[in-house]
């Protein structure tokens, strides 16, 4: 059986590359059709707000990349709650169809997984 | 045991520096290293270019005389190095830069390398991430 990877990407998307990157090893390992999740936590929970503006600092729009996951096999996504609310962002809509969790089902997920690589 | 070891960290930042001590002492207690994958600003760690002064630890040298003396497989990720200019002959001839910075014993491919070590590898360590 192949071994899971949990993936915890925790940049705003406008902090570098690195929420691009976290990205990329999620669709490169679906496009293998391994077992991935995908966590959203600290200031990775940014990614999820719709109706971002990124042209504005010329930056390309992630969004149509983390709408492909569910495409490319991906559909274990996660935010941590406690992220969202110390960001005031609890109520906000999020782009993506992602599972809240709380700080203990945090830990039972990390634990769920083989490997975890977090950018 | 079997290890998988990803760098996310450039030359001049503690995390290669404890990469290439825990990879070391993985062979020296008789385990394995499936692969090296340098990805992010890891890229850097692979650099031919950078330049210690005479009584400081060249760390980007280390890291090849390691693997060049272990025969060990070492990916850097294409993608994290073209975007940092850390490019291979071949790189910088397709892309008309006027250098390459990355030679032998590292090979630039892609992330599906990181995922495939992660297979055959027990563990996975990480240095360097966020």
């Known amino acids: 059986m192949s071994k899971s990877l949990l993936i915890i990407s925790r940049q705003?998307?406008?902090?570098?590359?690195?929420?691009?990157?976290?990205l990329d090893i999620a669709l490169a390992g679906g496009a293998f059709d391994l077992p991935l999740g995908l966590l959203f936590l600290?200031?990775?929970?940014?990614?999820?707000?719709?109706?971002?503006?990124?042209?504005?600092?010329?930056?390309?729009?992630?969004?149509?990349?983390l709408q492909a996951l569910p495409m490319f096999?991906?559909?274990?996504?996660?935010?941590?709650?406690?992220?969202?609310?110390?960001?005031?962002?609890?109520?906000?809509p999020l782009a993506l169809p992602v599972e809240q969790l709380d700080d203990?089902?945090?830990?039972?997920?990390?634990?769920?997984?083989?490997?975890?690589?977090?950018? | 045991m079997k290890?998988?070891?990803?760098?996310?960290?450039?030359?001049?930042?503690?995390s290669s520096r404890r990469a290439l001590r825990f990879a070391e002492a993985v062979l020296a207690g008789g385990h394995e290293i499936v692969r090296l994958f340098f990805y992010q600003d890891g890229v850097h760690s692979a650099s031919s270019n950078a330049v210690s002064a005479q009584d400081e630890l060249d760390l980007p040298a280390e890291w090849r005389t390691f693997v060049e003396q272990q025969k060990l497989d070492a990916v850097v990720c294409i993608a994290a190095a073209l975007r940092r200019g850390v490019l291979n002959a071949e790189?910088?001839?397709?892309?008309?830069?006027?250098?390459?910075?990355?030679?032998?014993?590292?090979?630039?491919?892609?992330?599906?390398?990181?995922?495939?070590?992660n297979q055959l590898a027990d563990r996975l360590i990480c240095f360097g991430g966020h």
């Open chain 1, 12 to 22: 705003a998307p406008w902090a570098g590359p690195s929420a691009r990157e976290a």
């Open chain 1, 42 to 65: 600290d200031d990775g929970v940014f990614q999820l707000l719709p109706e971002q503006q990124p042209s504005a600092l010329q930056q390309k729009d992630l969004t149509a990349n």
């Open chain 1, 73 to 92: 096999g991906v559909e274990a996504l996660y935010v941590a709650s406690r992220s969202l609310s110390e960001r005031g962002l609890s109520e906000q």
């Open chain 1, 104 to 119: 203990s089902a945090l830990s039972l997920l990390v634990d769920r997984y083989d490997q975890v690589i977090t950018i």
């Open chain 2, 3 to 14: 290890f998988a070891i990803a760098l996310f960290a450039p030359a001049h930042l503690p």
């Open chain 2, 91 to 117: 790189e910088a001839q397709r892309y008309q830069k006027p250098a390459a910075n990355l030679a032998a014993p590292w090979e630039l491919s892609g992330l599906g390398q990181l995922h495939e070590a």
